[in-house]
């Protein structure tokens, strides 16, 4: 049964940085890309950034590129999201997601999502 549980999320003034961690379970971590997602209220859910499998190539959208990283430890079954210089339009419920593969996109799992709130 696979299980993907997010947490670090919770308020942050602007400029500052929180790190998430979603700890996996249930299938082979280290031969599933993975991804976060993220969905502001009233707009849609959206691709924030992934990670493949073995080499661990990257890819984030372009509104946080150079704010934010995504790594992960196969040996600890978790992928991290590192965000820095947080903004108020990165407000949302952040979602861990395993992938069908990198290049398609497609999740396969999903977590139960993590609150994320920037204001001052």
């Known amino acids: 049964q696979v299980q993907l549980v997010e947490s670090g999320g919770g308020l942050a003034q602007p400029g500052e940085s929180l790190r998430l961690s979603c700890a996996a379970s249930?299938?082979?971590?280290?031969?599933?890309?993975m991804s976060w997602y993220r969905q502001a209220p009233g707009k849609e859910r959206e691709l924030v950034a992934k990670?493949?499998?073995?080499?661990?190539?990257?890819n984030l959208i372009e509104s946080v590129k150079g704010r934010f990283t995504i790594s992960r430890d196969n040996a600890k079954y978790t992928v991290y999201l590192q965000m820095n210089s947080l903004k108020p339009e990165d407000t949302a419920v952040y979602y861990c997601?395993?992938?069908?593969?990198?290049?398609?996109?497609?999740?396969?799992?999903w977590g139960q999502g993590t609150q994320v709130t920037v204001s001052s």
């Open positions: 997601a395993a992938l069908r593969d990198y290049y398609s996109d497609i999740p396969s799992d």
């Open positions: 249930g299938f082979t971590f280290r031969n599933i890309a």
């Open positions: 990670i493949s499998s073995g080499s661990g190539r990257t």
